[in-house]
């Protein structure tokens, strides 16, 4: 137990993010707007592609809040929910008052499964109430299957909520995960692939979405010399200290997809004989920045040997998102389920997945099973 600790996912400077930060200093600027903000969300922009607006907020769960929000979601209304997924995708709805609908995953992906997803919606319709949005996870980095989502969603037309907090630096049929959605959030919070301490950010189409993510982010302030409001406000917006961060990790991004990617197939290659252990492999046309190893084995008891042996060898693992539909304070509500999650929680385990780790450390975690 003398060893060195070994973290499931740790923070993982790339080296300018401090010049960023003093230049904050230097020129004072030392609030939620600046020359760092304004640089980093050109930076994502310029990365994601396409025809993306960025707006930098102060955390993923403020963007999810934020874009419900923006697509009109108020109390009493139902908000569909990937029920795979971390608490942080669905707290929103409840913010808002709103009822969230649970949908299992399907087992390719692990994410938002297609035909329970449209059984849902015929059913919540037959039932009197069209749902008001669709939160959609790519759990672990990997993407959801978008074009059957995308479909469904245009049928009934009801819009799409990405929470791509995970899976920035992911893409699907060579589209960047944070653009697929009506709505996209990304996360920077200390665990996730590249990070600000804490952080997050919505992505949108077109220019006037992004301002009004602004405003609504910056108490909704009306036009005015004095303050005037004729909207509830947040104070949701990201710090160019912060920001400072975001600029100087984005500048390494690719080199850490790269290297959590490295993880998984070491991972992957050294379990290959191992009957007992599986991993999830990408679909054609699917790219995982694999923010997460995650592994399948036999049962819930050898799940629970490896964790515990791990343990003791002072390497942190963790079991796979606990499904919301089986939470506490989640359970009551709707839910439409085929097994797949639950057999999933009862079975996975996240090893450690840092761009910062080691062979030597990899090589340890391998030793303690
Ligand atoms: C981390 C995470 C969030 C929340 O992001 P924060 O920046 O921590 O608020 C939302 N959804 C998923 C799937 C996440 O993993």
């Not at 230049?23 to 993306?52: H, I, Q, R, T």
């Not at 672990?140 to 009801?158: C, F, L, N, T």
């Amino acid at each position: 137990m003398n060893s060195k600790k070994i973290w499931l996912s740790s923070p993982h400077m790339g080296g300018n993010e401090l010049k960023y930060i003093h230049e904050a200093f230097a020129e004072n600027w030392v609030a939620p707007l600046g020359p760092n903000v304004e640089g980093f969300e050109k930076d994502l922009a310029d990365y994601l592609g396409g025809n993306s607006y960025v707006a930098a907020l102060s955390a993923g769960t403020a963007a999810i809040h934020l874009g419900l929000i923006m697509l009109g979601v108020e109390a009493g209304d139902e908000v569909i929910c990937q029920s795979m997924t971390f608490s942080a995708s669905a707290n929103p709805i409840m913010y808002q008052g709103a009822t969230p609908v649970f949908i299992d995953s399907e087992a390719e992906t692990w994410n938002m499964c297609p035909e329970q997803l449209e059984r849902a919606i015929k059913d919540r319709i037959a039932n009197g109430k069209k749902p008001k949005a669709i939160i959609a996870v790519h759990l672990y980095g990997m993407p959801y299957k978008h074009d059957e989502i995308k479909s469904i969603a245009e049928k009934y037309q009801i819009p799409v909520l990405e929470d791509a907090a995970e899976a920035l630096g992911s893409k699907y049929k060579g589209q960047n995960c944070g653009t697929l959605g009506d709505i996209s959030v990304l996360s920077f919070n200390g665990n996730k692939i590249i990070t600000t301490s804490g952080g997050g950010a919505m992505v949108v189409k077109d220019k006037a979405l992004k301002d009004r993510a602004i405003f609504l982010s910056t108490q909704a302030r009306d036009n005015a010399p004095h303050y005037q409001h004729s909207h509830v406000g947040f104070n949701y917006r990201m710090s160019n200290i912060v920001a400072g961060i975001g600029r100087g990790q984005m500048e390494v991004l690719d080199e850490r997809v790269k290297a959590r990617r490295a993880n998984f197939e070491y991972y992957q290659n050294k379990f290959e004989k191992d009957n007992g252990i599986t991993f999830v492999n990408e679909p054609q046309g699917f790219f995982s920045n694999r923010w997460l190893s995650c592994i399948l084995t036999e049962s819930f008891e050898r799940r629970e040997q490896i964790r515990l042996n791990l343990q003791n060898y002072n390497i942190e693992t963790r079991p796979l998102w606990k499904p919301m539909h089986m939470q506490p304070i989640f359970e009551k509500y709707p839910q439409y389920m085929n097994g797949t999650s639950e057999k999933l929680f009862e079975v996975g385990l996240c090893l450690p997945s840092g761009s910062d780790l080691t062979k030597e450390d990899l090589d340890r975690v391998i030793e303690g099973f």
